[in-house]
Every structure is written in C-alpha cells, then in structure tokens.
C-alpha cells in the first residue's frame, strides 16, 4: 500500500505491542521501520526501469528483513536512550519491518517476499493499493499514539482493536475477490472464453469491486468489472493483443521480458500510430480501463522501449464511474477497436 498507510501500520504494531516497554519513542521508530521497505523508490531516480525491477524486491523480501532486524534493533536501542533491551527494540522492529511486505501481499502490484530464493511477485488481490477504509482508523491511533506520556488503558485497548479489524478487513478482501473471481471465470465459460490466465483485482478505494482481467492461449483479451453488490451480468470489453512478427520480436527484447514478468503475462500489445505499445492490463479504471499506469512504448518505432507517461486522472469523475459500476455493474463492450483507443482520456 501507499507509505503513509505503511507508516501508520508500524506505528500501530509500535503502540499496540511495545509502547508499555518502550514508551512513545517506540511509535515513532515503529513508524520509521513502517517505511524503510519502500526507500527503495529512491531506485527510480537513478532509472525509470528501476520501479519495475526492483520495487517491493529485494526491501521487501522477508529473509534481507530479518538480517538487518539486529541492525535497526541496535540503532532503535540507541535511540531509545536506555529504555529497554536491545533485544526487545530488534522485537519492535522485526514486526514493524515484515508487517510492510505482509501488508503489500493483499494488493495487486506484486511483492517479492522470497527473493533472492525465487523472484516471483506474490498478489493475494484482496486490498487496493489505495483504500481508505483501512488507512484511516490507523491514522487515527498513530495521532493518538504522538501524544506524550504512558496511553491510558482504553487507548491501548482501542489501538488493539484497529489492528484487529483492519486485518480482518484484509482477509474480508481476499474473500470477496474469492466470490468475484468465481462468477468471472463462470461468466467467461459461458461466453465461450477459454481463459488460460485470470486475475480479479480490487478497484481503487474498495474491496466491493474488482476489476477481472483474462486471456486466452491466444491473443484475445477480456477486461470487466464484477461487484458484489450487483447481481448484474459481468460484461467484458474485448481486445486482440497484436501477435505480429514485429510484436513477438518487441516481447522478447530485454525490455519486453522484463515488463511481461512485472505485468503477470497480462499485456495488452498494440500497435498506435506506427508505434508499438505494451500495456499492463491489471491496472485502470471503469471509465478508461486500459489507460493504466504502466505502459510502454517504442520511439520512433525502434527500441529501447521507453516509459509511456502516466495517464491524466479526473479524479472526480474516475471516482464516479467507479460508485456506478459498484452500484449498477459495468457496461462493457466487446468492441474491435477497443485495442487502438487512446492511452489517456
């Protein structure tokens, strides 16, 4: 999820676990291990490529946190100004560091918790990336957390009872992705698709809503909207990802390999204007569904691929097409020349 959701969330472990201990300077050094994970975005400055390489990577892998636990025990100790043990800060800070990449697993971008044993993206699909519901009542205690002094007991109770339910707010998420994943792959099947690769991923803001991305052996393309609050039938819009010469040639560049492996093997390949495009398909919206924010693209109609910029949002309207299609269900369409529409609205 996004840092400051991440921060709240080390914080919380902070207060709820070890503030007894450790007092208030142990929020704030639970907050700090809340983040440490995605400094790895520092990377981007360096190369573009960079986010897709190596964010949520090797910070993020559960066997590089545990090795530098001693460290960030032995700096959180220092901090601490005697009050309690290292070994009880090197506690603090395990929790606040492995809570991130746990945390990360429940979205869609794909974190790779066992590198460097394997680099494969683990995405349970159960949270966005960006959900409100379960930011805001962890901002809440890290607000009250900030305050000086011993918390009173009904605080500690109430900081417990956060952490308590905004897990379960994430397993809730995985469940309804459960529900949703299993009326996508019936409707396909009665469509006549054979899907070879499906993922159902929570829309924006809600885990109500879920964005169904498939494809078949071939080059066809499905993407869709199922809500849980609607009975309506799932309708797709359709694509055909460009299975030219030019366009396998493009997917097997260094480039192309690399960006297949972060998208799932979820691309859309087409071909605009003389340029060949490479869009993730796991990430859009109701009202642009394949303006995501990552994409590709040729120069020139030559390589090395170059990153697409991110799509302008209208975050009221975004947010609108999102309500409707939890309310009403999404009316999509399958459309020929739904893989030659523009990359941005």
């Not at 009542?137 to 956060?162: E, M, Q, T």
């Not at 609050?229 to 690399?258: M, N, T, V, W």
Request: hydrophobic share 45%; net charge neutral.
């Amino acid at each position: 999820m996004d840092s400051f959701t991440q921060i709240a969330l080390g914080a919380t472990v902070a207060e709820v676990g070890f503030r007894k201990q450790l007092g208030g300077r142990a929020v704030l050094w639970g907050g700090f291990c809340g983040l440490v994970p995605d400094l790895d975005i520092a990377l981007v400055a360096l190369d573009p490529w960079n986010e897709i390489i190596h964010h949520r990577g090797a910070s993020h892998s559960f066997l590089m946190l545990t090795l530098f636990t001693p460290l960030f025990g032995w700096l959180g100790a220092k901090i601490g100004k005697g009050r309690g043990t290292w070994k009880t800060w090197s506690h603090l800070s395990f929790w606040s560091l492995v809570t991130h990449p746990m945390l990360d697993i429940f979205t869609s971008f794909g974190t790779q918790v066992f590198w460097p044993i394997t680099n494969r993206r683990y995405a349970w699909d159960g949270a966005s990336i960006v959900d409100p519901v379960y930011t805001l009542p962890l901002l809440v205690v890290l607000v009250l957390a900030l305050k000086r002094g011993d918390p009173p007991r009904w605080r500690r109770r109430f900081s417990a009872v956060v952490l308590g339910l905004t897990t379960a707010y994430l397993v809730f998420g995985t469940a309804m992705m459960s529900i949703a994943k299993s009326r996508a792959e019936a409707q396909l099947a009665e469509n006549g698709f054979e899907a070879t690769h499906l993922r159902v991923l929570p829309a924006i803001g809600t885990n109500l809503l879920f964005r169904v991305v498939a494809r078949d052996v071939g080059s066809a393309r499905r993407i869709g909207y199922v809500s849980v609050l609607s009975d309506q039938p799932i309708r797709f819009a359709c694509a055909d990802s460009d299975d030219s010469e030019r366009a396998a040639e493009l997917l097997d560049s260094k480039g192309g390999r690399i960006f297949n492996w972060f998208a799932d093997e979820l691309l859309l390949l087409r071909n605009v204007d003389g340029e060949m495009q490479l869009v993730d398909l796991r990430f859009g919206t109701p009202r642009t569904p394949i303006s995501t924010l990552f994409a590709f693209t040729t120069h020139n109609g030559t390589l090395p691929l170059a990153r697409m910029s991110r799509p302008t949002i209208q975050l009221g309207e975004e947010l609108g097409s999102i309500w409707t299609a939890l309310r009403d269900g999404w009316s999509g369409e399958c459309d020929e020349t739904f893989a030659q529409a523009p990359s941005s609205p």
